[in-house]
């Protein structure tokens, strides 16, 4: 029996993250995720004041900051008991749409589909056509995913001044309105990018394809017509061709937290969102209302000082307690609800937000990596509506307020109060956990959408999200990683992604350019 | 960084890095010093500091005819070396830098440069 170690180093640029891989005769048995860097952006924040949180968090992150805009200001609001206006719901979905749009589009085409161009798959049916489109820096649909993604965040800098790392939401709205200016120069970037998905990506109608009810409606839009022709339906051939709706699964426990704040819940204190979240149990095969209360974190193999079993966010605690030499492995601690392992992302939100085709295929063919980036570009188009949505709802409160000051005297200190802010990031679950005390920070923890996905093994010895959707992986040849990279794309990892295989006396490196 | 409303401006200069992290603050420092003395600038000329983000900053290519990119580079030789030479030698001479950019969080300068690059528009750089 051949039994061979990798390690797949996917931490070039930034130095976040490996994957160990045990392989017994071409399969793999084992899958470890280590992340390699320390973060500690809860410690950065422990006895500053509350407000920082709004301008640290936020670098938690490039691609998604907006996303810890809006959960840390979630969270300030939920301790201090504050409510935005309706407005301020409209304006920070609206950002939070366009910056999801950006890295959906960014990572479908700019790094998911490049891999198709891999020499390995010069043979295969459509091999230059995938090329034509997909080819980095050279193909029609890499280069126009360059273009209109440089133009959607516009939308972000309209109203928060700049993107990235904007702070323009503070507990009690946003600091900028609507005004008819930026509302038409939204509604024309959002037109925009609409016009080029139908023609380019889809062939066809945004509200027709996002009405498609089942599994054969699907493939039926793809064997039709312009559709049959656009990316879309490129993709999904070249996909299955690869198998890659049949591999990769990882856990059947989906979260979502739900996505879109509804606005004029949202200014009632009633945290409803447009599409519903919660808990899918695989076990039971059931929804359940999604209960914060049941989130927690375990450190039994990561490098923090050790506690028993799970602790909520609130009661967490993130104090580095580097130990290479025994069985911890990892940076990133261990999320999960109850003690059930999950994943989250675009595939978990549309399936628990309704979306009648993705429920189709999943009950015909299951979870799976083609599944996931299929649910990632679906995702598009929801979001294309949303925000458009928004801009239309805008229109008709056009002056009504944008940001509610807290009632009462100025006070010297922000009240004490404990809160949580949740939001459907880019890459899925996102939560923000905040103690105020005196005045100042006294806990906070944040746990990412890929600390859900990538997290280590818990107390229980479960695996995580990714290290399952990798097992029972048939490297065709131990040498080339390419199908390794396929998995690790579908999740849309939150890291640099360049792989590195290591067999007993050579290092491969894998990559798509 | 992706400045709203800007006016249609001439010439940019884009200052990258990390002020936090050594040798790689250069960029920042220039920023920051050109911006305590904005008249030492002519007026069609700004100035950005984009941090670590390369791809971010392909909007920053756009209205202007001229830019310069500012960074710090460990694959230029000697520390304190000055090098100055136009993108398309940079491209040219910086391959297996360029080649390591495979995710969105990873696309560095380099990916900004090839992605300006084929896109067939913007400045001299």
């Known amino acids: 029996m051949a039994r061979i170690e990798l390690n797949l180093d996917l931490n070039r640029v930034e130095g976040d993250l490996e994957i160990r891989l045990m392989v017994e005769d071409g399969v793999v048995v084992e899958a470890r995720t280590v992340g390699t860097m320390y973060r500690g952006l809860e410690q950065i ?6 407000r920082d949180a709004l301008v640290i968090t936020p670098r938690v992150c490039g691609i998604c900051s907006t996303s810890h805009l809006y959960a840390a200001v ?14 301020a719901t409209r304006v920070r979905n609206l950002c939070l749409g366009a910056e999801g749009l950006q890295s959906d589009l960014r990572h479908s085409f700019l ?20 090329l034509a489109e997909f080819e980095p820096f050279q193909g029609r649909i890499y280069r126009e995913t360059l273009a209109a993604t440089r133009r959607i965040v516009r939308i972000v800098a309209e109203f928060g001044g700049q993107w990235p790392h904007s702070s323009f939401m503070v507990p009690g709205g946003v600091s900028m309105g609507p005004d008819l200016r930026r509302l038409l120069a939204c509604r024309a970037e959002l037109d925009a990018a609409r016009q080029w998905l139908e023609q380019s990506i889809l062939g066809g109608d945004m509200e027709a394809w996002l009405a498609l009810p089942d599994a054969s409606a699907f493939h039926a839009w793809l064997e039709q017509g312009a559709a049959a022709d656009a990316a879309l339906a490129l993709l999904n051939r070249f996909a299955r061709g690869l198998q890659l709706h049949r591999i990769g699964v990882g856990s059947g426990h989906l979260l979502s937290y739900g996505a879109c704040y509804e606005p004029e819940a949202m200014a009632r204190g009633e945290r409803l969102t447009r599409m519903s979240g919660g808990f899918w149990d695989a076990d039971t095969g059931r929804v359940q209302a999604l209960d914060q209360g049941l989130i927690n974190e375990h450190v039994r193999h990561s490098w923090y ?18 130990r290479p030499d025994s069985d911890r492995y990892s940076w990133a601690k261990a999320p999960r609800y109850g003690d059930k392992v999950v994943q989250t992302g675009p595939l978990a939100e549309l399936l628990l937000g309704g979306d009648a085709m993705l429920q189709s295929l999943y009950r015909e063919e299951g979870g799976s990596a083609w599944l996931r980036q299929l649910a990632r570009l679906r995702r598009v188009a929801y979001g294309l509506q949303q925000s458009r949505s928004m801009l239309d709802e805008m229109a008709l409160h056009l002056g009504e307020p944008h940001f509610e000051a807290p009632s009462g005297a100025p006070a010297e200190a922000d009240p004490d109060g404990d809160g949580y802010g949740l939001v459907m990031a880019a890459r899925g679950a996102l939560g923000h956990w ?6 100042v920070i006294e806990k906070y ?28 992986l048939k490297l065709g040849d131990s040498e080339d990683t390419t199908e390794i990279g396929h998995i690790i794309r579908s999740h849309d990892p939150c890291l640099v992604c360049t792989v590195h295989m290591m067999s007993s006396d050579q290092r491969l490196r894998f990559s798509p350019f | 960084m992706l400045l709203a409303q800007h006016p249609p401006l001439k010439r ?10 050594g040798d790689d603050g250069l960029g920042p420092a220039l920023a920051r010093a050109l911006a305590a003395s904005p008249r030492a600038l002519p007026a069609d000329v700004s100035v950005f500091e984009v941090g670590t983000r390369g791809l971010d900053a392909l ?6 005819s001229r830019a310069l990119l500012v960074d710090a580079s460990q694959a230029r030789g000697q520390a304190g070396r000055i090098w100055q030479g136009s993108a398309a030698q940079l491209l040219s001479q910086w391959q297996v830098v360029l080649g390591e950019t495979a995710t969105a969080h990873g696309a560095g300068l380099g990916f900004l440069l090839r992605a300006a690059a084929s896109l067939g528009e913007g400045p001299d750089m």
Request: hydrophobic content about 40%.
């Open chain 1, 45 to 50: 924040l422990i006895g500053r004041a509350a």
């Open chain 1, 74 to 87: 979630l969270a300030l609001e939920h301790a201090w008991g504050l409510h935005p206006p309706a407005n």
């Open chain 1, 111 to 130: 790094f998911f589909a490049p891999d198709f161009c891999a020499p390995r798959y010069v043979d295969r049916p459509e091999y230059a056509r995938v």
């Open chain 1, 305 to 322: 000082q050790p506690y028993a079993g799970g602790r909520h966010p609130w009661e967490g605690e993130t104090v580095p307690d580097y």
């Open chain 1, 434 to 439: 905040v103690k105020v005390r005196e005045g």
């Open chain 1, 445 to 472: 923890q944040i746990v990412t959408p890929t600390a859900w996905n990538a997290s280590p093994r818990d107390s229980q010895g479960q695996a995580g999200h990714w290290e399952q959707s990798l097992l029972g």
């Open chain 2, 12 to 21: 940019h200069i884009l200052c990258l890095g990390n002020a936090l992290h």
């Open chain 2, 59 to 64: 909007a920053l290519l756009e209205g202007c």
